[in-house]
């Protein structure tokens, strides 16, 4: 994988957005009586539920279980994990003040289950395969800090970043600090690569991406420059804005289903790595459906290094397991053979 991310792989690395969630039985008899929340606050369960999918599955990355909110309900803002919502915010943030409130991290104190579950996966790691850091992007945090739970419009989010320019931008720079400490507390702890998930930053125009977003973006990613690990920027409904998103500093761009790979490819520059880009809903369909969605990635791949397979975005709750082996197995064998460049 991290070869790939610098475009000297001999095979094609593979994982899976949302690998180590719901879709697997053996991460619900670990939730069962259990919260998210706790499962992710205690380093020896969120070490098993990030494995569990590597033993099932062969994959060639573990991503550290935790919420894109974990750093900031550690920092002590009043976030929920709702069953069957995602995060909830009981006071959204409204003005300058309800910023000025959110201190900074300390992410050996304020998150230390984190760096013990990144140290504790890495042990049992096979040699090729990586330990994937993340945190959420800025603008996809403050979405649910703004709305107060999920949004399809992102109105108030919207409103605030129009309307109020001194708060929107006070809370993008809090959240970019924040970032950074975090992410660089994850490599430290051994992460090998580290991705930013902006996963609304689609709902933006390219001029709002460059005024509202891109200059966190960049510092984001010119502050990680120092750790050495490759870094994936992934967002979805991104395709007015890869162009400007590849000159912000990440090594991987990730790509939803939404454009197709070799566009996406040509538009992000072959210097630069991609990630993705499977329709999860694909999984649903039956295995010949599936086989041709996939020959179709690498055939737009043609025969380039420098991708890593994954989905567009995370496993829709319904997928069968047979499915993900499936995809598993015949990416393997397409992959093996396929780079030549
Ligand atoms: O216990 C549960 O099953 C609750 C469901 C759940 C899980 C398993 C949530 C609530 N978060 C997680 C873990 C999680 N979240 C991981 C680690 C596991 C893995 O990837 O295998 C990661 C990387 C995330 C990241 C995340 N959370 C993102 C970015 C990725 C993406 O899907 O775009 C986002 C947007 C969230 C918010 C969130 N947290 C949980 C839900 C259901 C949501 C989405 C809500 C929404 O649609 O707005």
Redesign the pocket.
């Known amino acids: 994988m991290v070869r790939a991310a610098r475009g000297t792989n001999e095979r094609t690395p593979l994982w899976f957005?949302?690998?180590?969630?719901?879709v697997l039985p053996e991460y619900r008899a670990v939730?069962e009586g259990r919260t998210?929340t706790d499962i992710s606050r205690d380093a020896a369960l969120a070490t098993e539920v990030t494995l569990q999918p590597l033993r099932r599955f062969a994959l060639d990355a573990a991503?550290l279980?935790?919420?894109?909110m974990t750093p900031l309900i550690a920092i002590g803002l009043p976030i929920k994990?709702v069953d069957g919502v995602?995060?909830v915010i009981s006071s959204p943030i409204e003005r300058l003040s309800d910023v000025e409130r959110i201190r900074a991290i300390d992410p050996e104190t304020d998150v230390p289950y984190v760096l013990t579950t990144i140290r504790d996966v890495k042990r049992e790691l096979k040699d090729e395969q990586a330990m994937i850091g993340?945190a959420?992007a800025p603008f996809?945090l403050a979405s649910y800090l703004i709305e107060g739970k999920?949004s399809r419009s992102f109105l108030r989010t919207k409103a605030l970043m129009y309307g109020n320019g001194e708060c929107w931008h006070a809370l993008m720079d809090t959240l970019t600090e924040i970032t950074i400490a975090y992410l660089r507390a994850q490599q430290r702890a051994g992460a090998d690569i580290l991705q930013l998930?902006d996963?609304w930053v689609g709902t933006l125009s390219p001029q709002n991406y460059r005024e509202f977003v891109q200059p966190y973006s960049r510092r984001i990613f010119a502050a990680l420059l120092e750790t050495g690990a490759p870094l994936i920027h992934f967002g979805t409904g991104t395709a007015t804005l890869l162009a400007d998103m590849s000159t912000d500093g990440a090594d991987v761009i990730g790509v939803d289903w939404r454009t197709p790979l070799d566009d996406a490819w040509r538009i992000i520059g072959h210097k630069h790595a991609i990630q993705g880009n499977l329709d999860p809903a694909v999984l649903i369909a039956p295995a010949d459906a599936i086989r041709r969605e996939v020959d179709d990635i690498f055939r737009r791949v043609a025969g380039r290094p420098g991708h890593i397979f994954n989905l567009g975005?995370?496993f829709h709750p319904e997928t069968p397991l047979a499915s993900i082996e499936r995809v598993v197995e015949y990416v393997h064998a397409a992959g093996a053979t396929t780079i030549h460049a």
């Open positions: 957005m949302r690998q180590a969630g719901r939730r998210f991503i279980f935790a919420d894109i994990i995602g995060p993340f959420g996809t999920s998930f996963s975005h995370g």
